[in-house]
């Protein structure tokens, strides 16, 4: 097909089935970077995409005839030589620090909890060597946490460790 049907191809597919389709190529290039430079992982992405947005066929049939997208991209990669992951890093790397966030504040509130329900004032403990301390008077209420070194480290380690599992760091050093 030309490059001046492909548009009109596109247009016609509903927003599900363009949903589905980035979705498809977002996994598929992320298989692919374990195994393909960015310039070629690129030029492969681009060329899939432009041959489902002129395909023909419903999306779901395009999809199943192209298989997974690890079967796919085992079959652009050469399996011997396996690169990083960088972008899965990046992402693993953040979903470690929301849940890493959402620990800490639960703890924080859940001790703020205890020393409104038990009326003893205020409470000190610690979270990942990170000193939190809960408060409650007729005055007011809260939570706070001084910094320090674990303020900064604990994050930072959490998110470093995240991102070298994540991106599969032990790759680079193989030959």
Do not use: N
């Amino acid at each position: 097909m030309t490059d001046a049907i492909a548009p009109a191809i596109r247009s016609r597919r509903s927003i599900a089935d363009r949903l589905r389709i980035d979705a498809y190529m977002t996994r598929f290039e992320w298989h692919l970077e374990g195994g393909l430079p960015g310039g070629e992982r690129k030029a492969v992405v681009k060329g899939l995409r432009e041959e489902l947005a002129a395909d023909p066929r419903e999306t779901g049939a395009a999809l199943r005839d192209l298989g997974t997208p690890r079967t796919l991209a085992a079959r652009y990669t050469d399996e011997g030589a396996l690169r990083p992951l960088w972008s899965i890093g990046i992402v693993t790397a953040g979903a470690a620090l929301l849940v890493y966030w959402i620990l800490f504040l639960t703890y924080a509130l859940g001790m703020l909890a205890v020393v409104d329900g038990a009326s003893v004032g205020s409470a000190t403990s610690q979270f990942l060597f990170i000193p939190v301390q809960a408060f409650s008077s007729p005055e007011g209420f809260g939570i706070g946490w001084t910094g320090g070194w674990a303020w900064l480290m604990v994050p930072a380690a959490i998110v470093l460790v995240a991102f070298l599992a994540g991106a599969r760091i032990w790759r680079a050093f193989r030959r």
